[in-house]
């Protein structure tokens, strides 16, 4: 990583908005143009993919990119992408995706059991295995009315599911264990008045959530004791979203006045008092992305007066 260091370094300055997702030595951009682009982390050197796919959940697993696709005028369902030749093949065809994640080298996701829509259905959980094409039914899910569940994430531990939205507070996290059919509560995120979550990110053993305010917690990947790492009043009620590794928690967050500010910020889980390192701000753009390596941080910042984002890069 020679061409990152300690300070913000534009490595490209010529990119739409879109989603980041961060591989090894690459990162692949789900344009907003529609263009899937994959970018060598150290030079910023841009290579096409693919044209023509618009996104609304995606993951990464070694050798694949994995996309829903919502359908309208484009073929709709689960499809993934080679890292390396840009083939892309539609692997599930089912308008009824929500959410794809991943725990490499398996993919998860997460589809409505009737066509009633989401806050009025039983989910069905999937799992499909590296480069096959036949996906296995992990668990059918049942919800109450007016209830929402939303695919959160994936350990070694299991799928994490934050369930409705609690008054708009504390939205409880419930776990599904691999080999199990049932939710079981989370301790340390069980909601209902107490400590929730909005959402969450696997790192090694632990399980960070965000909660109420933009407080950022850290648990045992199967739940338990809560310890604060960045506290409601650091990281704003205006937090965007965040990533975190066994290094850092890193995160992007609305500033306190009445512009619509961003500040990149990240603190070192090692040290025990996690000062706050900031490493960027500008005014938000539609296509603002942020996304963690084990070595560094990648954002997508907006440029003033044009359509164009540049993507920052700064060593951890």
């Known amino acids: 990583m020679g061409a990152i260091n300690s300070l ?19 990162l692949i951009l789900l344009g907003t143009d529609g263009v899937v682009a994959r970018i060598d982390r150290c030079s910023g050197a841009r290579r096409e993919l693919a044209s023509g796919i618009t996104a609304i959940s995606s993951a990464l697993t070694a050798e694949y990119g994995w996309l829903v696709r919502a359908g309208g005028r484009e073929p709709f369902g689960l499809f993934r992408i080679h890292v390396s030749d840009g083939v892309v ?55 109450s009315i007016g209830q929402y569940l939303v695919f959160q994430g994936v350990s070694e531990a299991g799928l994490y599911f934050s369930l409705d939205y609690d008054c708009a507070c504390t939205p409880p996290v419930r776990l599904l264990h691999h080999g199990a059919t049932e939710l079981v509560t989370l301790q340390g995120a069980e909601g209902k008045g107490g400590p929730g979550a909005y959402s969450v990110a696997v790192a090694g053993q632990h399980l960070y959530v965000r909660a109420w305010g933009g407080e950022i917690a850290r648990l045992p990947l199967q739940g338990g004791t809560r310890h604060i790492v960045v506290p409601a009043d650091t990281a704003g009620a205006g937090l965007m979203q965040f990533a975190a590794n066994d290094r850092a928690v890193c995160w992007m967050a ?63």
């Open 8 to 26: 913000p370094v534009v490595l490209r300055s010529d990119l739409p908005g879109g989603r980041l997702l961060v591989g090894d030595d690459y």
């Open 89 to 143: 093949e539609q692997v599930v065809a089912s308008p009824g995706i929500w959410t794809v994640r991943a725990h490499d080298p398996t993919v998860y996701f997460m589809s409505p059991t009737s066509p009633r829509g989401a806050n009025n259905s039983d989910w069905s959980v999937h799992a499909l295995t590296g480069g096959g094409a036949d996906p296995t039914l992990l668990a059918t899910l049942p919800t």
């Open 254 to 316: 609305y500033g306190s006045g009445s512009g619509l500010e961003v500040a990149a910020r990240c603190v070192d889980v090692r040290e025990p008092d996690r000062a706050v390192r900031e490493l960027d701000r500008f005014e938000a753009g539609a296509g603002t992305s942020f996304g963690l390596a084990p070595d560094a941080a990648y954002w997508l910042r907006p440029i003033a007066n044009s359509t164009s984002y540049e993507l920052v890069a700064v060593a951890l």
